[in-house]
């Protein structure tokens, strides 16, 4: 944790550092859950906050990002949330397939960079 801390600090602009740590913080918060330690909801929390500073800063849906919001979302029992952020990683997978279909066919370079990541 203290490495994406550092890393985050050193560069706050780092989707990387930031979607990286957001997983870690998820899995201790399931682990804290499984065993009944209501400290997790603290964990999910900055999850939730990680996730969404990645999607922030990318500047367009990042699937990996709003799965793992949706995760932390069901983690809280927030299940409208949940689904919301699960459909947009949805949406944009798919938009992102169909893109790169059509370009199979036609021989397009790369996706627009609201699909591609």
């Known amino acids: 944790m203290e490495e ?12 990387e550092a930031y979607i990286r740590r957001a997983y870690v913080l998820l899995d201790w918060a ?5 065993v009944g330690d209501v400290s997790c ?6 999850a939730i906050r990680d996730f969404e500073r990645v999607i922030e800063l990318s500047g367009r ?7 793992g919001l949706g995760d932390a979302r069901v983690g809280q029992r927030r ?7 699960y459909g947009e990683a949805i949406r ?3 938009a992102a397939s169909v893109w790169r279909w059509a370009c199979v066919a036609r021989g397009c370079p790369a996706p627009p960079s609201h699909l591609s990541h």
């Not at 909801?41 to 900055?46: A, E, F, K, N, V």
């Not at 299940?79 to 952020?85: F, G, I, L, R, V």
């Open 4 to 15: 994406f801390d550092t890393a985050i600090g050193l560069d706050p602009e780092m989707e």
């Open 30 to 34: 399931h682990e804290k859950n499984e």
């Open 41 to 46: 909801y603290d964990d999910y929390s900055r």
């Open 61 to 67: 849906t990042d699937a990996a990002a709003s799965v």
């Open 79 to 85: 299940w409208s949330e949940a689904a919301k952020a």
């Open 92 to 94: 944009h997978n798919i």
